[in-house]
């Protein structure tokens, strides 16, 4: 039987070799992807996740983390094929037009990643037809939308209107610095979240919604 | 107009001003982090091109949140504007860690290395202002007698980053080799643009950040944090 505390600690440290070494042995002890991924690797991305949030932690930490499960999770690509492991809908996100920020969002995507979504990276300065066409085309179920300026997120309000428009079923979800659950209401978003943990729980919701 | 290009000078670059830009206010980082800082810094000394452009323009207050600089009208909002009684000329600019930088940065992305690609965007910023930071004794020693404020940019304190099209536009086209994307950011990514007000009767004022009370805004939210 593995003993999950190794592969914890090496995503949670963001030790990116002793990841990729601990669940190599997870797979070779029989523990299924869904299991690896669930009771150890998101836990630990939800517990850097949270000593930021409490100033404990900081960027650098966060990113060591999620370059440590994301070298995981490639190893862990095949079996996740191999077992059928069902994906639990499709992301596509981005920064919005005008706005160059992206380490937030980044976070956001590694964590949905890790968590069993699939994630359409735009990159930043994504207009809102980008985000249609790519919501279209893979039949997304969530639009996550990122700003970090005041000066850049009222153009999530045209995005929310665009997608409404084009009369597509994803969700938006919106988070970045100066956003807030006001504003998300003010302009029809369908959630918002204020950290990479509760943009999972968010879009887990908003999928079952779907 | 005049332009300058320039190589960075040892010593410039100041953990004291990285750090707080990597979000590390009051700690230091630990020690892996502390490395990969410093190689970044070894490297920007070697590669970077520091550049800037500025002109100098009679300029002048016209309401609560619109100026006048040369021919063209500005709106930097209230909070700017609020600074700017007594400005009677202003030094408008463009400077940016140059081309080579952005190149540096674009290396990790590509790679993938987010932890270096952030160590290396958070040093561009730094790189940025050191930039706009060259112009400052070409002022001082072109108006002796005169005040002059910090740089304000477009982007910032709820000035419209829109308006980064009026104030290009009194540039020669990509000026220091930026050029402004159709949503008006600049490229290289690690460029500044803005205005110095210059007058007689201007009292200077603190840097942008503590001037505005914008409580939306990150900075705001990470001060009051």
């Not at chain 1, 994906?87 to 920064?95: A, C, D, K, N, P």
């Not at chain 1, 006001?182 to 369908?190: H, L, S, T, Y």
């Not at chain 2, 590390?24 to 190689?39: A, T």
């Amino acid at each position: 039987m593995y003993n999950y505390s190794e592969l914890y600690q090496a995503i949670l440290k963001g030790n990116l070799n002793l990841a990729k070494t601990e669940v190599t042995k997870a797979i070779e002890n029989g523990c299924a992807a869904d299991e690896i991924i669930n009771s150890c690797m998101v836990e630990a991305m939800g517990e850097i996740g949270a000593q930021f949030e409490a100033g404990k932690a900081f960027v650098p930490n966060l990113l060591l983390s999620a370059r440590a499960m994301k070298g995981a999770l490639e190893i862990l690509q095949p079996q996740m094929q191999k077992e059928n492991t069902k994906l639990l809908g499709t992301v596509v996100i981005g920064t919005v037009r005008g706005d160059l920020h992206d380490i937030g969002k980044n976070l956001v995507a590694s964590m949905l990643e890790g968590s069993g979504f699939k994630v359409l990276n735009l990159g930043s300065d994504v207009p809102a037809d980008k985000f249609i066409e790519t919501a279209k085309e893979n039949n997304a179920e969530i639009i996550c939308l990122s700003a970090l300026l005041t000066t850049t997120m009222g153009y999530m309000q045209e995005i929310v209107n665009a997608v409404k428009e084009a009369g597509i079923k994803a969700k938006v979800m919106i988070g970045g610095a100066p956003v807030t659950q006001q504003f998300a209401d003010k302009i029809g978003a369908d959630g918002y979240s204020d950290n990479a943990n509760a943009a999972v729980t968010l879009a887990k919701k908003l999928v079952s919604a779907c | 107009m005049i332009e300058q290009v320039s190589s960075l000078v040892r010593g410039e670059l100041k953990e004291k001003d990285i750090f707080p830009a990597m979000g590390y206010s009051d700690s230091i980082p630990e020690q892996s982090v502390v490395d990969m800082v410093r190689q970044v810094c070894e490297d920007a000394y070697s590669i970077c091109r520091l550049r800037f452009m500025y002109d100098i323009f009679d300029a002048e207050v016209l309401s609560k949140r619109d100026i006048k600089i040369g021919n063209t009208v500005f709106a930097p909002g209230g909070i700017i504007t609020s600074y700017l009684p007594g400005m009677t000329s202003a030094c408008l600019f463009v400077a940016t860690a140059g081309t080579e930088y952005n190149e540096y940065i674009y290396k990790f992305k590509k790679n993938g290395d987010i932890l270096t690609e952030f160590v290396a965007d958070s040093v561009g910023s730094v790189l940025a202002e050191i930039a706009v930071s060259r112009i400052i004794p070409e002022l001082e020693k072109q108006f002796p007698d005169l005040q002059h404020t910090l740089p304000y940019s477009p982007g910032y304190c709820a000035w419209n980053v829109a308006q980064q099209k009026l104030l290009f536009s009194m540039f020669p086209e990509n000026p220091c080799g930026i050029h402004l994307t159709d949503s008006c950011l600049m490229f290289p990514e690690k460029s500044v643009s803005g205005f110095m007000a210059i007058g007689k009767e201007l009292i200077p004022q603190p840097y942008r950040c503590e001037i505005c009370n914008n409580l939306k805004c990150y900075k705001n939210r990470s001060k009051k944090a």
